[in-house]
């Protein structure tokens, strides 16, 4: 084990080359105008009652599981955090340097899942994650945001998906993936830009990147379930939405904009989507509230809540129950963001055998600690992230399971991370594999005819 | 181009039985119906990896590999994108291009049917094509594809290679408006909202000049003013002048030429609708935090809903100003700032008649669709009701459906619906 | 000497009130104003339903995870807030002075019963400091105003005290009890010690967010 100083020597450590040429190219001036616009200009009541009202009682610091991995290293608090970026950026009246900035985007950035939790353990309900958010909104306007990060943005405005997917690429997974499970069953269709179709399936842009196989299990579960759905062809297929994270509201706009309308478009009932939380989190309360959109104009489901009406309806049977002892991962976005977790549970006894719970549990879940955008500061920060991940290691390897069960894309990866870096025995699961697995595989129609 | 005036108005029922084409292929895809409603077509599988296309229960003579992305042009001709031995192209009524790509998507017509075009990828390279025809360059990537209604094709495009996570190279600006081809000099680091004129001559599109400036650019000169955002702009003043919704200060306004056109500003502003080159102008807007309504030449409706409006357009008069929208999460559909008060689960944007006496739509409610006419819900409902169509003298209705695997067409007097 | 006890004691109370009552209205207009100039969707999010469930889940002692993880602070934490407002309102020689002024009266503590819950009080704020020197999260947090805000709280319970016992210097004792009481009563709305009304509403909106919103608890 590293000891403390070393911990944060190393993070501190961190070259990011967005970040350093970014540095490279500020002038105080820019730095002071750029930070008192953002706090005078958008922040309101909100943000002056966190700063007022906040007591420096430091019970937030038992919520972040960031500063239970680092040994309860004072630094890692929640309000620490807030301390050592915007109280000081308010003191200072803007005029903070290049050194404090470096602090400010890896306090923001690498330390912080924005997971919400810290606003569970204080008396008063500030909110941290949305005081981090300003942070990052700062590094964003003064371009210091990591790279790989803004990359993804980068990717996110052109082609409005997360991985400079081609419009091209994109049907031609989806057609791919048709034609791969049409082994299974034999007229199985990704139906494409169904007008009037009752479903429409979103998924976040890693999956016809890497994960194509997703879209497969999903076609075979919407075919069996007998359901009439479809996928746009044009951009707003991808939910997911990185500009959120890295404070570029107008990006996420113009994102949740394309989404909605895509759906809007194919005069659907409702947006399914994909196991991932903060794509979630993006259409459900963040990307649609920048437009005016009080709540999603489109009806959505996450996956967890579609998958757990498919199996209690019987639209979805299941064949033989999943032999190996499961824990169940609790992702922040669709527990403390959506509440999800019951039907989660619900979800994973109707499908597995033995089912360990993980503690804490539910909206009290520890983050996989890759959310928030963490993951996609990419490598230069991953070794850090592990190591403020500790926290989460032990509490998978408490349940003593080996299938954990992730219902979301960011938490998947983050999760296999840690397993690997630390190795622990664990495979990382969607409730889709599962499902995929588990399910009788005939169409729901045809066997209520039986 | 589409020509109602020779189409049957009337015939009352011609029906085609659409359920048996199950049995004879090993699956039919959705339908879709040719506006004079005298054609049913479907994608059909034949074989193992084969495809063809049923119109009328006919089966074009060719098949493919692959088909999707099955259209009616409005002349009534049949439109969709084919592959066969991993190349890909357009078919039109069952005759295929010429020309070959990698890959063929967002196939797009012209009003009058003398242009068809897609978006191609050819060895990686990417552009469109129109009526068989490949643009002359071909770039890094392409998207925003339009289309005018004079046949001019454009599209934004990368015209600089971008290595993999190169944010210096991205921010410095890779991306221009590409018209028939031709990449325009002015690059940007984004451009979105491509908006031609209505001649199909000059192009005008929402931009971002750095990480946090973004502008209009009315061809390839961008406005010198900034904005915090944009939304798609439009011509107005027989082309002379460009509108686009701007954002300063967290609020949105309607800017015309760089300067402020509307007086009040909103907290959303969008979907431009255009009637007599600029005559009468309407947005979107949102005034109040969630709750939308529609703003015509400066004045607000005396109109909420509370979830969002999709779309907003004028009669081809200019005397009717329609909006669908959603509200406490129902479709319906107002009329110049009235409301139908139709409630769907499901509804699609209406069409009009000449003379502006007729807004007909179709809708799902509970499962079963209906026909709607001035707000009016026809009393006969079925499994599926495509685009209605209204007669050139405005007393009749064509009325598209599908019941019980039966495609039929009627035409219904207009009394016989109100 | 004498016409300032008296004005301390007479004048100088109502006006410190009036600047605490005053200074709290002024603190929640201005607060709307915020709200209405920059963050209208505030109200779209505020549920009553929800800012309640909230904000009684956080009242009811140990039923906040938060407070299961630090019983002994929430403890204390919980008795001294209570304290605070019972004290002073229902000690018998304030509710007296409050009678001979007013004519109007209430339930006061017997003297022996007041003495020990300033004890309890004291000690709290004893606690409160050295937490904030031994805690390293919160030592890393505290500013050299947090232990004057703390002096500025105990102040008029200490010399409160002292003065009841009569140890010595009763009049200097009794000057300085009610002007420490004052300025207290001054600074609330002024300073942080506007958690006390503030508290409530950063509680409301996240217990509105998390359970309107967000079906999920919040504490």
């Given at each position: 084990?590293?000891?403390?100083?070393?911990?944060?020597?190393?993070?501190?450590?961190?070259?990011?080359?967005?970040?350093?040429?970014?540095?490279?190219?500020?002038?105080?001036?820019?730095?002071?105008?750029?930070?008192?616009?953002?706090?005078?200009?958008?922040?309101?009541?909100?943000?002056?009652?966190?700063?007022?009202?906040?007591?420096?009682?430091?019970?937030?610091?038992?919520?972040?599981?960031?500063?239970?991995?680092?040994?309860?290293?004072?630094?890692?608090?929640?309000?620490?955090?807030?301390?050592?970026?915007?109280?000081?950026?308010?003191?200072?009246?803007?005029?903070?340097?290049?050194?404090?900035?470096?602090?400010?985007?890896?306090?923001?950035?690498?330390?912080?899942?924005?997971?919400?939790?810290?606003?569970?353990?204080?008396?008063?309900?500030?909110?941290?994650?949305?005081?981090?958010?300003?942070?990052?909104?700062?590094?964003?306007?003064?371009?210091?945001?990591?790279?790989?990060?803004?990359?993804?943005?980068?990717?996110?405005?052109?082609?409005?998906?997360?991985?400079?997917?081609?419009?091209?690429?994109?049907?031609?997974?989806?057609?791919?993936?048709?034609?791969?499970?049409?082994?299974?069953?034999?007229?199985?269709?990704?139906?494409?830009?169904?007008?009037?179709?009752?479903?429409?399936?979103?998924?976040?842009?890693?999956?016809?990147?890497?994960?194509?196989?997703?879209?497969?299990?999903?076609?075979?579960?919407?075919?069996?379930?007998?359901?009439?759905?479809?996928?746009?062809?044009?951009?707003?297929?991808?939910?997911?939405?990185?500009?959120?994270?890295?404070?570029?509201?107008?990006?996420?706009?113009?994102?949740?904009?394309?989404?909605?309308?895509?759906?809007?478009?194919?005069?659907?009932?409702?947006?399914?989507?994909?196991?991932?939380?903060?794509?979630?989190?993006?259409?459900?309360?963040?990307?649609?509230?920048?437009?005016?959109?009080?709540?999603?104009?489109?009806?959505?489901?996450?996956?967890?809540?579609?998958?757990?009406?498919?199996?209690?309806?019987?639209?979805?049977?299941?064949?033989?129950?999943?032999?190996?002892?499961?824990?169940?991962?609790?992702?922040?976005?669709?527990?403390?963001?959506?509440?999800?977790?019951?039907?989660?549970?619900?979800?994973?006894?109707?499908?597995?055998?033995?089912?360990?719970?993980?503690?804490?549990?539910?909206?009290?879940?520890?983050?996989?600690?890759?959310?928030?955008?963490?993951?996609?500061?990419?490598?230069?920060?991953?070794?850090?992230?592990?190591?403020?991940?500790?926290?989460?290691?032990?509490?998978?390897?408490?349940?003593?399971?080996?299938?954990?069960?992730?219902?979301?894309?960011?938490?998947?990866?983050?999760?296999?991370?840690?397993?690997?870096?630390?190795?622990?025995?664990?495979?990382?699961?969607?409730?889709?594999?599962?499902?995929?697995?588990?399910?009788?595989?005939?169409?729901?129609?045809?066997?209520?005819?039986? | 181009?589409?020509?109602?005036?020779?189409?049957?108005?009337?015939?009352?029922?011609?029906?085609?039985?659409?359920k048996e084409w199950q049995n004879r292929f090993n699956w039919v895809e959705e339908p879709y119906v040719s506006p004079?409603?005298?054609?049913?077509?479907?994608?059909?599988?034949?074989?193992?990896?084969?495809?063809?296309?049923?119109?009328?229960?006919?089966?074009?003579?060719?098949?493919?590999?692959?088909?999707?992305?099955?259209?009616?042009?409005?002349?009534?001709?049949?439109?969709?994108?084919?592959?066969?031995?991993?190349?890909?192209?357009?078919?039109?009524?069952?005759?295929?291009?010429?020309?070959?790509?990698?890959?063929?998507?967002?196939?797009?017509?012209?009003?009058?049917?003398?242009?068809?075009?897609?978006a191609v990828q050819k060895d990686g390279q990417y552009g469109m094509a129109v009526n068989d025809t490949i643009w002359?360059?071909?770039?890094?990537?392409?998207?925003?594809?339009?289309?005018?209604?004079?046949?001019?094709?454009?599209?934004?495009?990368?015209?600089?290679?971008?290595?993999?996570?190169?944010?210096?190279?991205?921010?410095?600006?890779?991306?221009?408006?590409?018209?028939?081809?031709?990449?325009?000099?002015?690059?940007?680091?984004?451009?979105?909202?491509?908006?031609?004129?209505?001649?199909?001559?000059?192009?005008?599109?929402?931009?971002?000049?750095?990480?946090?400036?973004?502008?209009?650019?009315?061809?390839?000169?961008?406005?010198?003013?900034?904005?915090?955002?944009?939304?798609?702009?439009?011509?107005?003043?027989?082309?002379?002048?460009?509108?686009?919704?701007?954002?300063?200060?967290?609020?949105?306004?309607?800017?015309?030429?760089?300067?402020?056109?509307?007086?009040?500003?909103?907290?959303?502003?969008?979907?431009?609708?255009?009637?007599?080159?600029?005559?009468?102008?309407?947005?979107?807007?949102?005034?109040?935090?969630?709750?939308?309504?529609?703003?015509?030449?400066?004045?607000?409706?005396?109109?909420?809903?509370?979830?969002?409006?999709?779309?907003?357009?004028?009669?081809?008069?200019?005397?009717?100003?329609?909006?669908?929208?959603?509200?406490?999460?129902?479709?319906?559909?107002?009329?110049?700032?009235?409301?139908?008060?139709?409630?769907?689960?499901?509804?699609?944007?209406?069409?009009?008649?000449?003379?502006?006496?007729?807004?007909?739509?179709?809708?799902?409610?509970?499962?079963?669709?209906?026909?709607?006419?001035?707000?009016?819900?026809?009393?006969?409902?079925?499994?599926?009701?495509?685009?209605?169509?209204?007669?050139?003298?405005?007393?009749?209705?064509?009325?598209?459906?599908?019941?019980?695997?039966?495609?039929?067409?009627?035409?219904?007097?207009?009394?016989?619906?109100? | 000497?004498?016409?300032?006890?008296?004005?301390?004691?007479?004048?100088?109370?109502?006006?410190?009130?009036?600047?605490?009552?005053?200074?709290?209205?002024?603190?929640?207009?201005?607060?709307?104003?915020?709200?209405?100039?920059?963050?209208?969707?505030?109200?779209?999010?505020?549920?009553?339903?929800?800012?309640?469930?909230?904000?009684?889940?956080?009242?009811?002692?140990?039923?906040?995870?938060?407070?299961?993880?630090?019983?002994?602070?929430?403890?204390?934490?919980?008795?001294?807030?209570?304290?605070?407002?019972?004290?002073?309102?229902?000690?018998?020689?304030?509710?007296?002075?409050?009678?001979?002024?007013?004519?109007?009266?209430?339930?006061?503590?017997?003297?022996?019963?007041?003495?020990?819950?300033?004890?309890?009080?004291?000690?709290?704020?004893?606690?409160?400091?050295?937490?904030?020197?031994?805690?390293?999260?919160?030592?890393?947090?505290?500013?050299?105003?947090?232990?004057?805000?703390?002096?500025?709280?105990?102040?008029?319970?200490?010399?409160?005290?002292?003065?009841?016992?009569?140890?010595?210097?009763?009049?200097?004792?009794?000057?300085?009890?009610?002007?420490?009481?004052?300025?207290?009563?001054?600074?609330?709305?002024?300073?942080?010690?506007?958690?006390?009304?503030?508290?409530?509403?950063?509680?409301?909106?996240?217990?509105?967010?998390?359970?309107?919103?967000?079906?999920?608890?919040?504490?």
């Amino acid at each position: 084990m590293q000891d403390k100083d070393t911990l944060t020597t190393n993070a501190k450590d961190v070259i990011d080359e967005g970040v350093e040429k970014g540095l490279s190219r500020l002038t105080p001036e820019k730095i002071s105008k750029v930070i008192n616009q953002v706090l005078t200009k958008e922040t309101g009541a909100r943000f002056k009652a966190y700063v007022e009202t906040c007591m420096r009682c430091g019970l937030c610091a038992d919520a972040c599981s960031i500063f239970l991995s680092n040994d309860r290293d004072p630094r890692f608090s929640p309000a620490a955090k807030v301390k050592q970026t915007i109280l000081e950026m308010i003191k200072k009246k803007g005029k903070v340097s290049k050194l404090f900035l470096k602090d400010a985007v890896r306090i923001a950035h690498a330390e912080c899942n924005v997971c919400k939790r810290c606003s569970m353990y204080c008396p008063f309900g500030i909110d941290i994650a949305y005081m981090m958010l300003l942070v990052r909104r700062i590094c964003h306007k003064l371009e210091i945001t990591p790279l790989y990060i803004q990359d993804t943005v980068n990717s996110h405005s052109a082609t409005m998906n997360q991985m400079w997917v081609k419009e091209d690429e994109w049907i031609d997974t989806l057609q791919w993936q048709e034609e791969d499970a049409r082994e299974e069953f034999k007229d199985l269709r990704i139906p494409l830009d169904k007008d009037g179709a009752d479903i429409m399936y979103s998924v976040i842009a890693p999956e016809p990147k890497f994960q194509a196989g997703l879209i497969y299990q999903a076609a075979v579960i919407m075919h069996a379930a007998g359901l009439n759905w479809t996928m746009p062809s044009t951009p707003g297929w991808d939910n997911s939405n990185m500009a959120m994270f890295t404070g570029d509201f107008e990006i996420s706009g113009r994102i949740a904009k394309a989404h909605y309308e895509a759906a809007a478009k194919l005069h659907v009932n409702k947006i399914v989507m994909g196991e991932c939380g903060h794509a979630f989190r993006s259409v459900y309360d963040v990307g649609n509230r920048w437009i005016g959109w009080t709540m999603p104009p489109v009806k959505l489901v996450h996956a967890i809540d579609f998958y757990h009406d498919l199996l209690t309806s019987g639209r979805i049977k299941i064949k033989e129950k999943y032999k190996k002892t499961v824990t169940l991962h609790d992702p922040c976005n669709v527990s403390r963001g959506r509440g999800l977790h019951e039907k989660a549970r619900e979800i994973v006894n109707i499908l597995c055998e033995s089912f360990i719970e993980m503690t804490p549990n539910r909206e009290h879940n520890y983050c996989c600690g890759a959310g928030g955008g963490v993951i996609n500061c990419g490598p230069p920060w991953k070794n850090t992230r592990m190591v403020n991940n500790r926290e989460k290691k032990e509490q998978l390897e408490r349940t003593g399971a080996k299938v954990l069960i992730a219902p979301c894309h960011n938490c998947h990866s983050g999760l296999e991370d840690i397993i690997e870096y630390y190795g622990v025995e664990m495979e990382v699961k969607f409730f889709g594999d599962i499902i995929y697995e588990v399910m009788e595989k005939e169409i729901y129609q045809k066997r209520r005819l039986k | 181009m589409k020509d109602e005036k020779s189409w049957d108005w009337h015939s009352g029922k011609k029906e085609i039985p659409v359920k048996e084409w199950q049995n004879r292929f090993n699956w039919v895809e959705e339908p879709y119906v040719s506006p004079d409603g005298e054609k049913i077509a479907s994608i059909v599988n034949t074989d193992e990896a084969r495809f063809s296309v049923c119109v009328n229960g006919e089966t074009w003579e060719n098949n493919f590999e692959k088909a999707w992305s099955l259209k009616f042009m409005p002349d009534g001709r049949l439109a969709t994108l084919v592959s066969n031995d991993e190349e890909w192209t357009a078919c039109v009524d069952g005759v295929s291009w010429e020309t070959r790509f990698d890959y063929t998507w967002d196939l797009k017509f012209t009003p009058d049917g003398s242009s068809i075009a897609v978006a191609v990828q050819k060895d990686g390279q990417y552009g469109m094509a129109v009526n068989d025809t490949i643009w002359d360059r071909l770039y890094e990537n392409i998207s925003g594809v339009v289309l005018s209604d004079q046949g001019t094709s454009a599209a934004v495009v990368q015209a600089d290679p971008l290595g993999q996570g190169d944010i210096e190279g991205f921010s410095s600006g890779i991306f221009c408006a590409a018209v028939n081809g031709v990449a325009q000099q002015e690059k940007f680091m984004n451009i979105w909202d491509l908006s031609f004129d209505s001649k199909g001559k000059q192009l005008a599109y929402s931009i971002r000049k750095n990480r946090v400036d973004y502008s209009i650019s009315r061809g390839s000169q961008p406005w010198k003013k900034n904005f915090q955002f944009s939304w798609k702009p439009e011509f107005i003043d027989k082309e002379n002048s460009v509108i686009a919704p701007v954002r300063q200060g967290g609020k949105w306004f309607l800017f015309k030429d760089e300067a402020p056109f509307w007086n009040k500003s909103y907290g959303q502003l969008w979907k431009l609708a255009i009637h007599g080159n600029g005559k009468k102008i309407a947005a979107v807007v949102s005034d109040n935090f969630g709750k939308w309504t529609v703003c015509e030449n400066d004045e607000t409706w005396n109109f909420y809903c509370d979830t969002i409006i999709s779309d907003l357009f004028y009669s081809d008069n200019g005397n009717l100003l329609i909006a669908v929208f959603k509200d406490k999460g129902l479709w319906d559909i107002a009329v110049n700032q009235k409301a139908w008060n139709i409630r769907a689960d499901k509804l699609w944007s209406p069409v009009v008649s000449r003379d502006d006496t007729i807004v007909a739509a179709r809708m799902e409610k509970d499962g079963v669709f209906y026909l709607v006419v001035n707000g009016k819900v026809y009393k006969e409902y079925f499994d599926m009701v495509f685009e209605p169509q209204i007669s050139p003298d405005n007393d009749k209705i064509l009325l598209k459906t599908m019941k019980n695997g039966i495609y039929s067409r009627q035409i219904l007097s207009l009394d016989k619906v109100l | 000497m004498h016409s300032f006890i008296h004005f301390i004691m007479g004048p100088m109370v109502w006006i410190s009130f009036m600047i605490f009552f005053f200074g709290v209205i002024f603190r929640f207009l201005k607060m709307f104003k915020l709200i209405n100039e920059k963050e209208i969707f505030i109200y779209t999010y505020m549920s009553l339903k929800y800012s309640f469930r909230s904000i009684f889940a956080w009242l009811i002692p140990f039923l906040p995870v938060s407070t299961r993880k630090s019983p002994v602070f929430y403890s204390i934490s919980y008795i001294f807030h209570l304290l605070l407002f019972l004290v002073p309102v229902c000690l018998l020689s304030h509710v007296l002075l409050i009678e001979e002024s007013v004519q109007w009266s209430w339930f006061a503590f017997n003297d022996s019963v007041s003495d020990t819950l300033t004890l309890v009080i004291i000690f709290s704020l004893i606690f409160f400091m050295v937490r904030r020197i031994v805690v390293p999260e919160v030592k890393f947090l505290t500013k050299p105003s947090d232990f004057i805000f703390i002096l500025i709280v105990g102040l008029p319970f200490v010399t409160g005290f002292l003065a009841f016992h009569q140890f010595f210097a009763y009049r200097w004792l009794v000057i300085a009890h009610v002007l420490s009481g004052e300025l207290m009563l001054i600074l609330i709305p002024f300073t942080r010690f506007s958690h006390m009304f503030m508290a409530p509403f950063t509680r409301a909106y996240t217990g509105s967010e998390f359970g309107s919103v967000r079906h999920a608890k919040d504490w």
